[in-house]
């Protein structure tokens, strides 16, 4: 397939976000574009409906799919998978286009958006033999973009993400759990005996991996997420040193990709105690 706009990108001065690579700066670019002229005049203002998965959409939702779209492919000219797609239209893309393959999550915290709670974000990652070669997560209410690239770091607002200091045990972590996703006994277990010492849950996923990549939370756990909620998260987090796999595999990409769960944290100890906790409970 051809690869428009490759050679332009390339020309991207080096002083904007250094060590960056061009289409990863040229993918913010457009992402932040997007979000100040489809998403944020509608912040709070727009009507929404309720898709057949009980999800909701806006017109925010699907202007800013369709503008992401033809921006992102302006920079290189491959499949566009979107959140807002029907389910037949996503599994063909996938099916089809795993070579190399834009997924997007055009508001990613919709009910959040809707209500004028400040936790949402738009996410894009480019996709090449099933894997996440770049990623970017954009929060538009507080300006903060995290980005990463695979094998050359990950970043927030342009600067390289450091690494910070965590708790060194579980009894003293601050969890982020989705407890809605969750099998009933797992669920109930965090409830009413939690082996951390607090817990958050504010509904976007791509800023659940995000967060967690910035040492913000100290362990994560979602029952059951798609393709767009991880895609370019999980390669913030591990760009960042940190770790994930799922509830049910070691490796986090095994399973099925519409539906798969995630236990992470930035701390190797700490990743291993959590996960050895929530498979014991499970």
Not at 135 to 147: H, I, K, L, S, T
């Amino acid at each position: 397939m051809e690869r428009r706009g490759v050679k332009r990108i390339e020309e991207i001065g080096a002083s904007t976000f250094p060590g960056m690579g061009a289409v990863l700066k040229a993918i913010i670019s457009s992402v932040k574009l997007v979000a100040a002229e489809e998403i944020m005049p509608r912040y709070m203002k727009v009507a929404h409906q309720r898709k057949s998965d009980g999800s909701l959409c806006t017109d925010a939702d699907l202007a800013a799919q369709e503008a992401l779209t033809r921006k992102l492919q302006a920079i290189l000219n491959v499949p566009v998978l979107g959140e807002e797609m029907s389910v037949e239209q996503q599994q063909a893309l996938w099916g089809d286009g795993q070579q190399e393959l834009w997924c997007i999550d055009p508001i990613d915290g919709t009910s959040n958006f809707v209500r004028g709670l400040p936790y949402f974000s738009v996410s894009v990652a480019l996709i090449r033999n099933g894997r996440s070669a770049l990623g970017v997560v954009y929060d538009p209410v507080g300006d903060e973009v995290f980005a990463a690239e695979s094998g050359r770091g990950a970043f927030l607002n342009g600067t390289r993400l450091v690494r910070r200091n965590v708790v060194s045990e579980l009894s003293g972590a601050l969890a982020n759990v989705d407890m809605k996703r969750l099998d009933g006994k797992l669920a109930c277990r965090l409830v009413s005996n939690p082996p951390y010492a607090s817990q958050r849950n504010f509904g976007a996923s791509t800023l659940d991996w995000c967060y967690t990549a910035a040492g913000r939370y100290d362990v994560y756990l979602h029952g059951g997420q798609k393709l767009w909620d991880y895609a370019a998260g999980s390669l913030v987090l591990q760009e960042a040193g940190g770790n994930a796999c799922s509830l049910e595999h070691d490796d986090f990409f095994r399973g099925d990709v519409w539906q798969r769960s995630v236990v992470a944290a930035l701390d190797a100890n700490l990743f291993e105690e959590w996960k050895n906790w929530l498979r014991a409970h499970q």
